[in-house]
């Protein structure tokens, strides 16, 4: 009797059901801030829950990975974005929303190698950058697991708050000075071909010129002799004949 109940002990004791943290201890992929836990019904395919957790950290933060194992994936899906499988045994460890994938498949990574950066690709429920690390079985029934029942510690020692983007720097415009006007030219007032210029006041005709009061009773002294000249008979040149000829005649 006592045989066959250390027989039934022992069957019992191997198909009991073994702690998920201790047949699978896994690290975390990145430091960062558990911003999103595990939720899923009984329904895992409904609609609003959540297949794994979220951890927010810098985007390009390298993504390492939480446990050893071969690559069976490494692409994009359309939700997920940018995405990284790797078999850890019996179970599969799944990361999302990557910004890049540093693996191939079929690659064998050991558990804190990097497989790829923080980012925000995909359509995540979360904003900011990211990483989604979900958890299922790799048998026949494929159900997910809560992935912080396979990590060594609650949450990281120093979790680091979710940093924001940089804002971008735009360059300083620098401001644009008026246009320059010159002034416009002072024209001098436009004189007709026709009209003489006209003295100045208080000034006398020619008198802005040397000796300009002496000149001109000069010059009209000499034009008028010039003209009385032309009025004088002329004396000179006469022949004695036409005087021989004014004498009177002898009756």
């Known amino acids: 009797m006592f045989p066959a109940l250390a027989l039934a002990a022992v069957l019992a004791a191997l198909w009991a059901p073994i702690p998920v943290a201790a047949a699978a201890p896994w690290s ?3 430091r960062g801030l558990l911003v999103a836990r595990f939720s899923l019904g009984p329904d895992r395919f409904a609609p609003g829950q959540r297949r794994g957790i979220v951890i927010a950290a810098p985007a390009g933060t390298a993504v390492r990975a939480a446990c050893g194992g071969t ?7 359309a939700d997920n974005g940018v995405t990284a499988a790797v078999a850890c045994g ?15 498949r079929g690659a064998r990574v050991a558990r804190g190698e990097r497989i790829g950066t923080v980012g925000e690709s995909g359509r995540p429920r979360v904003e900011g950058p990211q990483v989604g690390l979900g958890a299922r079985r790799r048998d026949g029934d494929r159900a997910y697991l809560d992935p912080l029942r ?18 971008i720097r ?3 415009v620098p401001a644009i000075p008026a246009p320059y006007r010159a002034p416009a030219p002072r024209l001098a007032p436009s004189r007709s071909r026709l009209q003489a210029p006209q003295p100045a006041p208080g000034v006398e005709p020619g008198g802005d010129l040397p000796l300009g009061r002496v000149w001109l009773p000069v010059g009209a002294g000499l034009l008028a002799a010039g003209l009385a000249r032309r009025k004088l008979p002329r004396r000179r040149g006469r022949t004695p004949a036409r005087v021989a000829d004014r004498r009177p005649m002898s009756r």
């Open 150 to 167: 396979l990590l060594g510690d609650p949450e990281p020692s120093r979790p680091a708050a979710p940093v924001a983007p940089p804002p």
């Open 71 to 77: 690559v069976t994936f490494a692409g994009h899906v």
């Open 28 to 30: 975390w992929p990145v």
């Open 170 to 172: 735009r360059p300083a």
């Open 90 to 104: 019996s179970l599969s460890a799944t990361y999302v929303h990557l910004g890049a994938v540093t693996v191939r």
